[in-house]
């Protein structure tokens, strides 16, 4: 059984930041890739950021880039995503997501087959 766990969710005001937490744990469980993704009311899941651990690539979402940063630990399955300059459109449940399965896309949600229960992200303006 893999539990993935997100923390760090909250109230912020516009320009304000906050850092998004994540543990995936499972007795023998390992991952290619963690990600990070984000449904806001009324609107589809949509990819944010993400960290291919093989070639330690990171990915992200244009409406994101330069303002997120992914950053994790492979061999402790964690991963963080610190969050700057944040906008009301940033607003939305961010979920943590785990890959233990190759052939996807990072950005690709169908690819990742351990999800989070999701932590609210909720920017003021």
């Known amino acids: 059984q893999v539990q993935v766990v997100e923390s760090g969710g909250g109230l912020v005001q516009a320009g304000g930041s906050l850092r998004l937490s994540c543990v995936a744990s499972?007795?023998?469980?390992?991952?290619?890739?963690m990600g990070w993704f984000r449904q806001a009311p009324g609107k589809g899941r949509e990819f944010v950021a993400a960290?291919?651990?093989?070639?330690?690539?990171?990915y992200y979402a244009d409406s994101v880039k330069g303002r997120f940063t992914i950053s994790g630990d492979n061999a402790k399955n964690t991963v963080n995503l610190q969050m700057n300059s944040l906008q009301p459109e940033d607003t939305a449940v961010y979920y943590c997501?785990?890959?233990?399965?190759?052939?996807?896309?990072?950005?690709?949600?169908?690819?990742?087959?351990?999800w989070g229960q999701g932590t609210q992200v909720t920017v003021s303006s």
């Open positions: 997501a785990a890959a233990s399965q190759l052939g996807w896309a990072s950005s690709d949600y169908n690819g990742y087959n351990y």
């Open positions: 499972g007795r023998t469980f390992s991952s290619y890739r």
């Open positions: 960290v291919r651990w093989g070639p330690g690539s990171t």
